[in-house]
């Protein structure tokens, strides 16, 4: 069963390693978090994930980092600088301050209070100088999402590869978002890494290839772990979409919280390129943007057929990295009774698993032993498959639940016998069955976990 309390994930988060508040010794920052050891291994194994599905087994995509300060400029034409904002209200008895959506029938979530002012727009970028000389003349944004870079330098992508539309434009990174109320552990922070895709196709194919996108993100989550039954699928009201979509459809997944977005894939039209392209009005954009007096390049490609020039339609699948380890969190955590006494386990997928094999000596003071052991950690750390650790603790037992927590997928511990005739006792995570094996069946069992 999926966890249904918050505070038993944080406490498991804290004690093993996951995640941290930013700062805790000065009090912490609020909506800022650091990944601790096991955390950034998840992270990065989530990520490494959609990489995989994104980028690497597929011939129409390719991938992008791009820097995190924005001009002003891209800022200006994209939309954000008048629409990134949100509603804001203050009570003006407790001073607690709120985004108009928490607010029902005016009423202060913290004191009950309807002595709240008026809202008023607050904008969500961060702004910074840049340069010697803090004048106000020359600042840049910290980018609130990666999709903009990816649409600048579509153009760049495009003359330095073979691709041609359809085709798609993969980015993960940082990005910035000054959140008026953060909150709910990391489902909603202040600095945050996305896993974003721009697809670009032919006006008339993107609602084909919307659906098409919607169902593979369903699929790659599931994937991941999710379980079906936790996922619900939202198609956002007209009235309700962002300036540049036409369609949005948002993965919801159960959070302790409730159901909240995982994912989001929008159906971004020509708006973006459209903005940030010359001479707009050559071409038949169908979102109304503003007259791009700046740009020098028009972002446009020629049907090789007609000879016609057309702006592409972008289909965007959009995820946060930090409410995908929540989720995945969430969903692999376990809690049972064992000879009495209750078990933690992360049954996470052994892709996922920030550790893929604790190697376990049985006495901690035994030379033999524990050199037998490294030697062995490194063999296995050698095939690739991720991160392999010695843990010379000297307690078994202890060492099995730790790693249960972590989500470590096998424990294989090194007694006198392997000493005599190199077998070891091999532990699964989930059955907490134990078999002996010799030096090859041991790869072979190790290897099978990741195929």
Known sequence: MASNSMEDLVALCKRRGFIFQSDEIYGGQKGLYSFGPMGVELKNNLKQAWWKAMVWQRDDVEGLDASLLTSPNVLKYSGHE????????????????????????????NCGSKNLTEARPFNLMFKTSIGPVDDGSSYAYLRPETAQQIFTNFKNVLDSTNRAVPFGIAQMGKSFRNEITPGKFIFRVREFEQMELEFFCKPDTDEEWFKYWVQSRIDWWLEQGIKKENIEVFEAPEDDLSHYSKATTDLLYKFPHGFEELEGIANRQDFDLGSHSKNQSE???????????????????????????????????????????????????????????????????????????????LKRNNEDLVNHAKDLKNKLQMLGMGRVILENSGNIGKSYRRHDEVGTPICITVDFETLENQTVTVRDRDTMEQKRLGPEELINYYGQYFE
Request: proline fraction near 7%.
């Open 283 to 361: 071409f038949n954009i169908k979102a109304k943007v503003m007259e791009n007096k700046d740009s020098t390049t028009k972002l446009a490609v020629q049907d090789l057929d007609t000879k016609e020039w057309y702006i592409p339609f972008c289909i965007e699948p959009s995820a946060g990295v930090e409410r995908g380890v929540f989720a995945l969190l969430n969903e692999a955590y376990n809690e049972e009774e064992v000879e009495g006494k209750t078990r933690v386990v992360l049954s996470l997928k052994p892709h996922l698993s920030p550790i893929k094999a604790a190697v376990i000596p």
């Open 82 to 109: 008048d629409t990134f904002t949100d509603p804001l209200s203050d009570c003006k008895d407790c001073k607690s301050r709120w985004r108009e959506d928490q607010l029902t029938d005016g009423i202060c979530p």
